[in-house]
């Protein structure tokens, strides 16, 4: 997430440690300071509600995009409070893992400049 929006990376290959030998291209995205990285599992975006309906990529980046430059413990938050939401009496059918790594505002020069 960065503060024109959200700008999705797809997958290379792969789920990654699936297998030992596997082997993945590798994509370079800077973030700035006040970005965010976000990373989910599948279980995340097939979540579905009572009537089959997935969460989806695009409604996790909605939500994502809403809460640009939130804290990352308050934006794990509010994004998982939408997840339930959606998956109300639903039984969860899938591990869910998010991660959200998110880099601080500086006040000086980073390592790569």
């Not at 590798?26 to 990373?39: E, K, M, N, T, Y």
Request: charge should be negative; glycine fraction near 12%; aromatic fraction near 6%.
């Amino acid at each position: 997430m960065k503060r024109e929006g959200v700008k999705q990376i797809g997958a290379t290959g792969l789920p990654l440690g699936m297998f030992s030998s596997s082997r993945y291209a590798i994509q370079r995205a800077r973030l700035d300071p006040g970005d965010s990285l976000v990373l989910f599992t599948d279980g995340i975006s097939e979540a579905g509600d009572a009537s089959g309906n997935e969460y989806g990529v695009k409604r996790l980046s909605n939500v994502a995009g809403e809460r640009h430059r939130w804290d990352p413990q308050e934006f794990l938050a509010g994004c998982l409070k939408d997840l339930k939401e959606h998956t109300a009496g639903t039984k969860q059918t899938d591990d869910q893992t998010l991660m959200v790594i998110h880099r601080g505002e500086t006040a000086g020069a980073s390592l790569n400049d």
